[in-house]
């Protein structure tokens, strides 16, 4: 019997079928691949002290951790979303250890299975992929990206 | 996957600290830390106004057992609303007196998280980690974060450039020959 990797398919071919979490952001979804994904809790108390990094907006105590809530709307819509129900923990890789992010979303979030497709060379760094799901073409995100700070104009023009 | 537990430290130390406030603001720090708390009321002859430093949130220095110590203005510092300063911290191992609100009150730290990585700005000077007490979190700060080196740096030629002028104005001559007065 040949194995399908000895028969060399196409790339397209070879794709399987990987779990995503939906989330929605106002209008719009978007997915995570669910090994990134800890849990969805509900909204609690954020904690405010003062900082300088734009992309975050406090802290919430989760299961005896400070986990720090980070704001993707801005960057995935072009504006703040101030209804938010829940919040996506999501397991971020930084250099040397991983840590967990609390994402605020806006609606119930959903488990399933899809093909992934690999992102095109226009796509946005945030952009690790796309599904297609109920007839729309959804971009998977990568958390890396998606929660690096972006420079400023001042600093990009330096 | 769900969010683990944290993990239990094999024995949690508990570490005095300070509570105290901002412009409005919660921040603890080490009782260790603290030399001495004195009001604003008791430096105001002792006080030396620093100009052109260009630290904004440096006004005035302190002599204080032959070192200078510079008054940090915690409000300016964390970019919070202006408040009138009512004591200051006098820390020690640093050249730090810090200008605060008020002193909320002492407890005790048994866990102490370090900044979550996704802080990313300044704050990682600022702050030796986070802790959480009384379902609150409140920033710890480190008394090393308030100056920089190259704050330092300025604020003591800002010193020396006054002293400069002020032995230079006590050294002038009238123009009769006669020192100045």
Redesign the interface.
């Known amino acids: 019997m040949t194995s399908a990797s000895q028969l060399e398919l196409p790339s397209e071919l070879q794709q399987e079928l990987q779990s995503v979490v939906l989330l929605r952001l106002g209008d719009r979804r978007f997915a995570i691949a669910?090994?990134q994904?800890?849990?969805l809790v509900a909204p609690s108390?954020i904690?405010r002290?003062?900082?300088?990094?734009s992309?975050?907006e406090g802290?919430i105590?989760?299961?005896?951790?400070?986990?720090?809530v980070?704001e993707v709307a801005e960057r995935l819509l072009g504006k703040r979303i101030l209804d938010r129900r829940f919040y996506l923990?999501a397991?971020?890789r930084?250099a040397s250890?991983s840590?967990?992010?609390a994402l605020p979303v806006t609606g119930e979030c959903e488990l399933i299975n899809a093909e992934i497709t690999a992102p095109g060379e226009d796509d946005a760094p945030h952009v690790s992929g796309w599904i297609s799901h109920d007839g729309n073409v959804i971009e998977v995100l990568n958390v890396v990206a998606l929660?690096t700070?972006q420079p400023s104009n001042d600093e990009a023009r330096s | 996957?769900?969010?683990?537990?944290?993990p239990k430290p094999a024995a949690l130390k508990s570490e005095q600290i300070i509570l105290f406030r901002v412009g409005g603001?919660?921040?603890a720090i080490s009782s260790a830390s603290v030399q001495e708390v004195k009001s604003v009321d008791s430096l105001a002859g002792a006080a030396a106004e620093i100009k052109n430093s260009g630290i904004k949130k440096v006004r005035h220095a302190l002599e204080r057992d032959d070192q200078t110590l510079f008054v940090v203005n915690g409000t300016m510092h964390?970019?919070?609303p202006l408040t009138p300063g009512t004591l200051v911290f006098i820390l020690y191992e640093t050249r730090t007196a810090l200008l605060i609100d008020r002193i909320e009150k002492m407890t005790s730290m048994t866990h102490l998280?370090a900044l979550?990585?996704?802080?990313?700005?300044?704050?990682r000077l600022?702050y030796r980690g986070?802790t959480?007490l009384d379902?609150?979190?409140?920033?710890v700060v480190s008394p090393d974060g308030f100056l920089t080196a190259d704050e330092l740096f300025l604020l003591d030629a800002a010193v020396a450039e006054k002293s400069a002028l002020q032995n230079a104005a006590a050294n002038a001559l009238t123009p009769q020959g006669e020192p100045a007065k």
């Open positions: 669910a090994n994904i800890s849990e108390r904690f002290f003062p900082h300088r990094s992309n975050v802290v105590l989760r299961r005896g951790r400070i986990v720090p980070c923990i397991l971020r930084y250890q840590e967990w992010i929660t700070p | 996957m769900r969010l683990a537990p944290r603001a919660l921040f964390f970019s919070l998280q979550p990585s996704a802080f990313s700005g300044p704050e600022w986070l959480a379902q609150t979190v409140v920033p």
